[in-house]
């Protein structure tokens, strides 16, 4: 992985939608593909079941390049920071360490409806790499993940 801005970066929910295919996918492979060889060096007998400590230290971005990997599609927003798009939403948690997804779409687009399930298959993602996922309700009782490295 690089520093922000320099090859390859996931798509977080917070910036313009990404086009799926092409370039992107291949980047897409490679990035994750990476994520897992990491975890084969440094963690030792865990593997890849665990994130690795570079995960740790840029915790929201390792959990979007895994939602992204796994097809779940990241909401987006346009030049005017209007949603155009649902998704999933990854966002640095309240507490250090911890990263916040949420499921966030344009008015009218039954994002909420949908976030339940949604964020239970988002959980169900990052739990196969080893994170902690508790679902929480947060502000006018939309549902959010705070996900967390394991114990």
Partial sequence: MTEPGQGFEPATGDGPAVASGGARAA???????????????????????????????????????????????ASAVDAEGRRVRSGYRVAPGAEPGRTEVTWLGPPGSGAAAEEQERLAACAAVLERLGWECLLYRGPRRRRFLEVEPPR
């Fill in 27 to 73: 980047g897409l492979r490679t990035a994750y593909e990476g994520l897992l060889q990491i975890r084969r060096l440094v963690n030792g007998p865990a593997g890849t079941a665990v994130p690795a400590a570079w995960e740790l230290r840029q915790a929201p971005r390792a959990v979007a390049l895994a939602l992204e990997a796994s097809g779940i599609p």
